[in-house]
């Protein structure tokens, strides 16, 4: 069994991500349910560390970063999220208390097994040079682990309250905000209107999807499945204005299970192309479709009608938006008319994020050099991404 972290070290990461200004109020509106909606799944699947940090994370995102974006500081910014940790902060930092009352007595527990495993060694030690005595039982790895289970089952009967995560709970004053194109982050998870059952103690390593893919910088990804039919029927969709070379985009949407996401919907929106650019538009009417899944964005993916496969400077820039709010955000590139005909691609970190993020010249969607190489890499064989086969992919076409 792994070491339980501290809680001083569960509380470095969850502050330790970007927050940046570039990304619009409203996305990071959207990344805040987000980020909520994690924790919770994380934490009905028995992965309290992680859902200790996401918590954390979402509680320190709405009260020290998003007042600080430049565009809360209007009445109506201000107001929303005022509203959000009204409606939300205490329920948040209830779950907070009863994870950390978990996790403290996972420690306690770690340390006295240890303590019995140290024990159990002088005592093998002392049999050597005397023999008649008896030595108490070692514990094993199964006794270890009977104690980890028996000792989170004693605080499994923490009262919880309603999980007050109703679709309501995100409503934002109807006004316009600052959008970036492309970058959408949903997400109000809906309420079951019951409360919740006590947490049962499981040993989810055992059902979880491993992490084996890393950032150049050590940051774990989570495993996102891709289904192999999407490339196929998102040129299907794109084919109209491929033949009149315009460009095509969509939105990659799915679900996290098991520490992996799944991408299961393509959405393309309401947008507005050229033979090198595509921006998106009536992004509410987006965000009210994908919201009422209750789907993550994973991503995007869209058309170079007669370029090669590749991430132009825009795209870069396009997708470091994606990628600040979900590392493992993937851009899929298809150009019908080159081989390879497809590519999966992420920004590199570093040294790529830190570029994008330092370079001023992708305003408004010009292109530009950029003289530095290695900014983005493969996220596919090898990478994070896996296709899988066999599955198909729900498609809403919004334009």
């Given at each position: 069994?792994?070491?339980?972290?501290?809680?001083?070290?569960?509380?470095?990461?969850?502050?330790?991500?970007?927050?940046?200004?570039?990304?619009?109020?409203?996305?990071?509106?959207?990344?805040?349910?987000?980020?909520?909606?994690?924790?919770?799944?994380?934490?009905?699947?028995?992965?309290?560390?992680?859902?200790?940090?996401?918590?954390?994370?979402?509680?320190?995102l709405l009260l020290n970063n998003l007042p600080q974006h430049p565009a809360a500081k209007g009445t109506k910014n201000s107001e929303a999220v005022r509203q959000l940790?009204?409606?939300?902060?205490?329920?948040?930092?209830?779950?907070?208390?009863?994870?950390?009352?978990?996790?403290?007595?996972?420690?306690?527990?770690?340390?006295?097994?240890?303590?019995?495993?140290?024990?159990?060694?002088?005592?093998?030690?002392?049999?050597?040079?005397?023999?008649?005595?008896?030595?108490?039982?070692?514990?094993?790895?199964?006794?270890?682990?009977?104690?980890?289970?028996?000792?989170?089952?004693?605080?499994?009967?923490?009262?919880?309250?309603?999980?007050?995560?109703?679709?309501?709970?995100?409503?934002?004053?109807?006004?316009?905000?600052?959008?970036?194109?492309?970058?959408?982050?949903?997400?109000?998870?809906?309420?079951?209107?019951?409360?919740?059952?006590?947490?049962?103690?499981?040993?989810?390593?055992?059902?979880?999807?491993?992490?084996?893919?890393?950032?150049?910088?050590?940051?774990?990804?989570?495993?996102t499945f891709l289904p192999r039919s999407l490339q196929a029927r998102f040129l299907d969709l794109a084919a109209s204005n491929t033949v009149l070379n315009l460009?095509?985009?969509?939105?990659?949407?799915?679900?996290?299970?098991?520490?992996?996401?799944?991408?299961?919907?393509?959405?393309?929106?309401?947008?507005?192309?050229?033979?090198?650019?595509?921006?998106?538009?009536?992004?509410?009417?987006?965000?009210?479709?994908?919201?009422?899944?209750?789907?993550?964005?994973?991503?995007?993916?869209?058309?170079?009608?007669?370029?090669?496969?590749?991430?132009?400077?825009?795209?870069?820039?396009?997708?470091?938006?994606?990628?600040?709010?979900?590392?493992?955000?993937?851009?899929?590139?298809?150009?019908?008319?080159?081989?390879?005909?497809?590519?999966?691609?992420?920004?590199?970190?570093?040294?790529?994020?830190?570029?994008?993020?330092?370079?001023?010249?992708?305003?408004?969607?010009?292109?530009?050099?950029?003289?530095?190489?290695?900014?983005?890499?493969?996220?596919?064989?090898?990478?994070?991404?896996?296709?899988?086969?066999?599955?198909?992919?729900?498609?809403?076409?919004?334009?």
């Amino acid at each position: 069994m792994l070491q339980p972290r501290q809680i001083k070290t569960l509380v470095k990461a969850a502050t330790d991500y970007d927050f940046s200004t570039e990304v619009s109020f409203r996305s990071w509106i959207h990344v805040a349910a987000t980020i909520r909606q994690q924790a919770e799944i994380y934490r009905a699947e028995g992965a309290y560390e992680e859902a200790y940090i996401l918590f954390y994370r979402y509680a320190d995102l709405l009260l020290n970063n998003l007042p600080q974006h430049p565009a809360a500081k209007g009445t109506k910014n201000s107001e929303a999220v005022r509203q959000l940790v009204n409606k939300n902060l205490d329920d948040v930092l209830g779950r907070l208390e009863q994870l950390k009352a978990i996790l403290l007595e996972w420690i306690e527990a770690d340390k006295r097994a240890e303590a019995e495993r140290i024990k159990s060694e002088r005592i093998k030690t002392e049999r050597v040079s005397r023999p008649t005595v008896t030595p108490r039982r070692p514990v094993d790895d199964q006794t270890r682990e009977a104690e980890y289970a028996q000792a989170l089952a004693s605080l499994a009967s923490l009262k919880q309250g309603p999980v007050s995560t109703s679709s309501s709970q995100f409503t934002i004053p109807d006004v316009s905000y600052p959008s970036v194109p492309h970058v959408l982050t949903p997400l109000s998870p809906k309420s079951t209107g019951t409360p919740t059952a006590p947490i049962v103690p499981t040993t989810a390593k055992n059902t979880e999807h491993k992490i084996t893919q890393y950032t150049e910088n050590g940051t774990p990804l989570r495993t996102t499945f891709l289904p192999r039919s999407l490339q196929a029927r998102f040129l299907d969709l794109a084919a109209s204005n491929t033949v009149l070379n315009l460009e095509t985009c969509g939105i990659l949407c799915g679900k996290l299970n098991r520490n992996a996401f799944f991408i299961t919907h393509l959405v393309i929106p309401a947008q507005t192309s050229t033979a090198n650019t595509c921006t998106t538009q009536d992004e509410e009417v987006m965000f009210g479709y994908i919201d009422s899944l209750d789907l993550f964005i994973l991503g995007w993916i869209h058309t170079h009608p007669t370029q090669s496969c590749f991430m132009s400077s825009v795209d870069l820039h396009t997708h470091s938006a994606y990628q600040i709010m979900l590392p493992e955000a993937i851009a899929v590139v298809c150009a019908p008319q080159h081989e390879p005909s497809v590519g999966v691609f992420r920004l590199t970190d570093p040294p790529g994020m830190d570029i994008i993020k330092e370079c001023k010249e992708g305003a408004g969607g010009k292109f530009h050099l950029h003289e530095e190489t290695g900014l983005y890499a493969s996220a596919y064989n090898p990478g994070h991404v896996k296709l899988l086969d066999h599955i198909d992919v729900v498609t809403k076409d919004l334009r």
